[in-house]
């Protein structure tokens, strides 16, 4: 795989603190955390109080932000990157990252990348040729302001307004199978936070804000043309097909990636890897932590049935942030939460457990198997968001029960002639711009008339 190692660039970042707001004392920050635990309470009872606080928030954020408009011009040569909200260095702005500073014709730009915790970025050597900014502070701002160009994979933002001539390339972070913003159901309940009627004004707002919107198949651009509203026919030229430049490593990665990674995270070589990645539910929220999750999976049950011969790898959904103890299950359940990138996790695993998350259709491009364990289906499909596809399409079978999930993994290395026949077309229709070049196109189409 290609690096920026490879070229001449600093050994680490330069992080740019930028105004840093006054210390408060105990009593000061106790009110504080009541303020803002009463005002999430009372959002969540009323949706008009919300839907006032919101607007008043985003009036005055919106007021503070345009202010770094003034005397600073567009830089033509500014570029500001970030991945799932500031919190991993990630996905395809990752990617797109990687090829622009591997393009000599970039070497005259100004790269900018914002993480919640810029210091533990401070020593990554991919990372030479960027300045560091803490995701929505002052400096943060102030360089979305100026950048003639925006990279993300999920909503930035609402009160950050897109000026003449800047570019908003949004590259999302995955094919949808639940479904997504405008396209969930009135009848549907929405979320904690937001309401269905909130979260299809959210993505339409989303929709005629960006510039760009990064798809890998038809499939993908027909829901995202419907989910963020740009089915029109001039808004529909937003969307890129050209494939997922995050993908383009799980066409180009070697046998040495794959012992690195397990030798990194201490997997044993002598085991096979189940990589478990679910997704979060719309309806478990905490006001005092966020999004938590029930686990679903019984690890001990597993550890008995398959502890022999595997070894499984949890990883939790960005947005969740329940903490998990598995220390009853030390040497057999590995917490990957906590790794950047998933590309890591998907070429060290040999199989997939999954639910509704859209890890899936990246994982499939490795033709390796996958389980979809469905335990709370009716409730999902129905109740919550609603999916997408015919569960029939799916590559891979669906567990209901934790007996079936153990038969599901201990049947994966030989599937049906249908289940093989059905991934085969599953890859047909989803993963066939995902060759290694994504990045290189996205980068030819979006930016290479300015060069």
């Known amino acids: ?78 570029i500001v ?47 030479g040729r960027a300045t560091l900014v803490t995701y929505v502070s002052a400096a943060y701002q102030s360089y979305h302001a100026r950048a003639k160009y925006w990279v993300t994979n999920s909503i930035l933002p609402v009160h950050m307004d897109l000026r003449p001539g800047q570019v908003y390339i949004q590259t999302w972070h995955g094919t949808p199978l639940k479904r997504l913003g405008c396209d969930i159901r009135e009848g549907a309940s929405g979320n904690v936070l937001f309401s269905a009627k909130e979260i299809h004004r959210r993505y339409a707002r989303e929709g005629a804000r960006l510039t760009y919107l990064l798809s890998p198949s038809t499939f993908a651009s027909e829901k995202f043309a419907s989910a963020f509203g740009l089915d029109t026919p001039e808004r529909a030229k937003a969307i890129i097909e050209e494939g997922y430049p995050r993908n383009d490593v799980l066409a180009t990665f070697g046998p040495h990636d794959v012992l690195d990674v397990k030798e990194r995270l201490g997997i044993p070589a002598d085991k096979k890897v ?3 990645a679910p997704t979060f539910r719309d309806n478990q929220h905490s006001s005092a932590t966020g999004y938590t999750f029930d686990l679903g999976v019984d690890f001990e049950r597993l550890r008995r049935e398959l502890g022999d011969e595997y070894v499984v790898l949890f990883r939790a959904h960005y947005l969740v942030a329940s903490e998990f103890d598995f220390a009853a299950h030390e040497g057999f359940v590995y917490d990957v939460s906590g790794v950047d990138d998933i590309n890591d996790l998907y070429i060290a695993s040999d199989m997939l457990v999954t639910d509704y998350s859209s890890v899936f259709f990246d994982y499939a491009n490795l033709r390796r198997p996958i389980a979809f364990f469905m335990y709370d ?26 007996d079936e999930l153990v038969a599901a993994i201990r049947c994966a290395d030989s599937p049906s002639q249908e289940l093989a026949e059905r991934y085969t077309r599953f890859n ?19 930016l290479g008339s300015s060069l």
């Open 1 to 78: 795989m290609n690096t920026t190692e490879d070229h001449d660039v600093p050994t680490g970042p330069r992080i740019e603190q930028g105004p840093q707001p006054g210390r408060l004392g105990t009593a000061a920050k106790q009110a504080k955390w009541f303020l803002s635990r009463s005002i999430m309470a009372l959002s969540k009872r009323s949706v008009r109080f919300r839907r006032v606080v919101r607007m008043l928030l985003e009036h005055w954020r919106g007021v503070r932000y345009r202010r770094h408009f003034r005397g600073n011009p567009v830089d033509e040569k500014l």
């Open 81 to 127: 990157f970030e991945s799932f909200q500031g919190k991993s260095y990630s996905c395809s702005p990752k990617a797109l990252y990687r090829a622009i500073v591997a393009d000599p014709r970039f070497d005259d730009y100004t790269l900018i990348w914002a993480f919640r915790k810029t210091r533990e970025y401070e020593g990554v050597a991919e990372l």
């Open 274 to 276: 189940v990589l478990y």
């Open 377 to 402: 289906l009716e409730d999902y499909a129905e109740s919550l968001r609603g999916i997408y596809l015919d569960i029939a399409e799916l590559p891979g079978p669906i567990a209901r029960t934790q």
């Open 428 to 446: 047909e229709r989803f993963t066939y711009l995902d060759d290694g070049h994504a990045s290189e196109r996205v980068i030819e189409r979006i």
